[in-house]
């Protein structure tokens, strides 16, 4: 298949290079360095040359806030069968466009980045395919996945960024709420320092990606989630209940370490 990625950032151009062992890969970027640091992966200068090309798919991966921008452009130069397709963290109005364009779409979420992932083993790690995607663009994204050892996951785009709330805003939440009460103070301990280093991880991360994140309509309700759990442990602490905290800690624990149904 003919494929082209718009948009060689981190996740990007590891897409670029994956699909190259099976398929004609072009790629295209605002930085052009970008696309001929890939491997196999021919340039083309901009989306008005991306007819040319003649792909069968057009994968976008630019970042979040430009994915429509981007998917308007597209829809305009392209025949009408090209298959679209995008690997974006929130789904937020891609539903919408989609059914708007007509067109064939396969939308996936690799659930990993440059930051917390070893891109050389995956094993451990997971992807999302849309259960709304198109059979054909969807088993392209399975074989690429399945190659990588990646555990596969098919929600709806309801299903996924319900999920991503949980999966995403919850521990950035938290950590930014970590971050967010540190000081220029030398801490010693092991805890501490872990927590630092993720929050370190988390922050190099692009701003505007962490904004849609927390923008997520279903975000919301991960954070009153937070909030309320810390209102009932300031309640605890304040009243010293050691027999409420025990129970408490015993509720984390069932959380974390939930029973083996067998």
């Not at 494929?3 to 670029?16: E, P």
């Not at 220029?184 to 320092?193: H, L, N, Q, S």
């Not at 309700?221 to 010293?240: D, G, M, N, P």
Request: charge should be negative; proline fraction near 6%.
């Amino acid at each position: 298949m003919k494929i082209a990625v718009v948009g060689c950032g981190h996740m990007g151009s590891w897409l670029a290079g994956e699909l190259t062992g099976a398929h004609e890969v072009a790629g295209v970027d605002v930085d052009p360095a970008r696309v001929e640091a890939t491997p196999r992966v021919a340039l083309i200068r901009g989306i008005d040359d991306l007819a040319a090309f003649e792909p069968q798919l057009v994968v976008n991966a630019v970042p979040l806030r430009q994915t429509i921008e981007v998917f308007r452009k597209l829809d305009a130069v392209l025949p009408p069968d090209v298959m679209l397709g995008d690997v974006a963290s929130i789904k937020g109005d891609l539903p919408d466009f989609y059914r708007q364009s007509e067109r064939p779409f396969v939308s996936a979420h690799p659930m990993f980045g440059p930051t917390f992932a070893n891109i050389e083993s995956l094993s451990q790690e997971s992807a999302v395919i849309i259960r709304e995607s198109d059979p054909t663009g969807a088993a392209l994204f399975r074989g690429l996945f399945e190659a990588r050892g990646l555990s596969i996951f098919e929600y709806s785009f309801d299903e996924h960024d319900r999920m991503m709330a949980y999966s995403l805003t919850l521990p950035f939440v938290s950590t930014m709420v970590f971050g967010a009460c540190m000081d220029d103070k030398a801490v010693p301990g092991t805890t501490f320092r872990k927590h630092r280093e993720i929050a370190h991880g988390l922050m190099a991360e692009d701003d505007y990606l962490l904004a849609e994140i927390l923008f997520n309509p279903h975000s919301m309700e991960q954070i009153e989630r937070v909030t309320s759990r810390l209102e009932f442990l300031k309640h605890v602490i304040r009243a010293r209940d050691s027999e409420e905290a025990i129970v408490f800690f015993d509720r984390l624990r069932a959380n974390l370490f939930p029973a083996d149904p067998d």
